[in-house]
């Protein structure tokens, strides 16, 4: 098999008092020669419809949902959607602003063809999903454990706020009906647990000894929503996960090749750890082998493998969203790893690499920031596509960071509607600052022009058909 190098490309949203975009400019901003051409698909938070843009800054394509969004939306390579909606009223998890509830998949026409519920007392399904080759569906969901549950598996009280815990579950389903479907896998971060507080529990351990343990007491808040995981992404060819631990600052990959009785235990797999960790970046303080000045993620989401083909493919792209970080070093060669996808890791030592191989930030650096959501996307040509979040700014970067396509939609609030042509309605007021940290887009995409799941649609201007 060939050599296969981990890298890390982050895009450095960089934190400091002042950062602010500028939100005086709307629509297209720019559009240059050296911009990877094709269509860009967003939903704005707390808004009912899902847009297509094309490279002129025009809609081409709007399916009208009637209900809010609940983060993720892909475009399938049959023409179909693939997203997560807002499902208020859970009993236990209540309706978090981040939450979700349900998946759907919906055609061109926007009528729905399956509508899968996971909300209930034990389950709640929230942030992202992943589509998977085989046509199934992964899902990040909050699993509920009560303080009795947390308090035996070592959790120090003083951790503890209320009486409930929801540590993070991944889910595989298979579609079985037009709202039913499987669950043909299942991991639970709860089966993987480790912790030095209490000496008479069964996971009581020294942590720097298991770094594909999770330690029940690395919290960043005493809430019941302890990991915040906010992002999930699929390595068919390693048959890999990556999750994005928001609340830890960190990212962690899980083999997927076990069955679920093994993703319960330490051994089986393609890596033979059964569910435990096989690799974690971005806070080696997390697993005993670093400090506060080894952290290298903060708040970050939307970890992915570039794809095959791709310029940097293999490499782990994430959107470093900064909360108070310091500048980032520069960056030294990434480490090897071998052909099989196994993580290298020397005792006592943190996984590398020590630093990004590349990183994109703002010129000037408190140009660019922001403080939640957002994400990015290695297209074809090696230029990175960016998704803004917090102020529904999307651009395009070359490898040199020169910005060849940049986009400001002004749905940034309800009372500030768009147009067919992205910009403001005419009346409606222009968002402020206040406005533009309240609302904004979870992720943009950017499909190519030859995308499969664009062929024989029609892609004019909204106005012109």
């Known amino acids: 098999m060939r050599a296969l190098t981990v890298r890390l490309c982050l895009i450095v949203a960089l934190s400091t008092a002042l950062a602010a975009e500028e939100i005086g400019q709307w629509g297209l901003i720019a559009n240059e020669p050296g911009a990877q051409q094709g269509y860009t698909l967003f939903i704005p938070q707390k808004h009912e419809s899902i847009y297509l843009l094309d490279m002129q800054g025009r809609f081409v394509h709007k399916w009208e949902t009637g209900e809010r969004p609940a983060n993720s939306v892909y475009l399938l390579e049959d023409g179909r959607l693939l997203r997560a909606i807002h499902t208020p009223g859970n009993e236990v998890f209540g309706a978090p602003p981040f939450g979700g509830g349900r998946i759907q998949i919906l055609n061109w026409d926007g009528e729905i063809e399956w509508n899968y519920r996971i909300s209930d007392s034990k389950r709640y399904q929230h942030h992202d999903i992943e589509p998977m080759p085989n046509g199934n569906v ?7 454990r009560s303080r009795d549950d947390a308090l035996a598996a070592g959790r120090n009280p003083d951790l503890l706020e209320g009486d409930k815990l929801f540590p993070e579950t991944v889910l595989e389903i298979k579609r079985t009906g037009p709202e039913t479907g499987k669950i043909v896998w299942e991991w639970r971060l ?65 083999d997927h090749s076990t069955t679920t009785e093994q993703a319960r235990g330490h051994s089986g797999g393609k890596q033979g750890k059964g569910g435990d960790l096989i690799y974690r970046w971005g806070n080696p303080q997390n697993y005993g082998r670093g400090g506060k000045e080894d952290q290298k993620v903060f708040g970050q989401h939307n970890p992915t493998w570039i794809a095959p083909g791709f310029p940097g493919a293999g490499d782990i792209l994430v959107f470093n969203n900064g909360q108070d970080r310091p500048p980032p070093p520069a960056p030294p060669p990434p480490p090897p790893v071998d052909g099989k996808g196994a993580y290298r890791i020397e005792s006592g030592k943190p996984f590398g690499p020590d630093a990004p191989a590349w990183s994109y930030v703002g010129e000037p650096k408190e140009s660019f920031y922001s403080y939640f959501i957002s994400g990015a996307q290695r297209l074809p040509s090696g230029n990175t596509f960016i998704c803004s979040g917090a102020w529904s700014r999307f651009f395009e970067v070359t490898p040199a960071g020169e910005i060849v396509w940049e986009y400001r939609t002004a749905i940034a609030r309800p009372d500030a509607p768009l147009s067919a042509g992205g910009e403001r309605a005419e009346g409606a007021p222009a968002p402020d600052e206040a406005a533009m940290r309240g609302v904004g887009v979870f992720r943009a995409t950017r499909y190519a022009m030859d995308y499969p799941g664009l062929r024989g649609k029609v892609l004019r201007p909204l106005e012109t058909q």
Do not use: C, T
């Not at 992964?138 to 509920?144: P, Q, R, S, T």
């Not at 809430?223 to 994005?244: P, R, V």
């Open 138 to 144: 992964l899902a990040i969901v909050g699993e509920y």
């Open 190 to 254: 709860w089966d993987h647990l480790i912790q030095d507080f209490d000496s008479e529990k069964a996971n009581y351990g020294v942590i720097a000894d298991h770094p594909g343990l999770f330690d029940i007491n690395i919290v960043s808040g005493k809430g019941s929503d302890w990991n915040h995981a906010n992002g999930i992404s699929y390595n068919a060819e390693l048959d890999q996960i990556m999750i994005s631990m928001r609340s830890q600052h960190e990212i962690i990959v899980i």
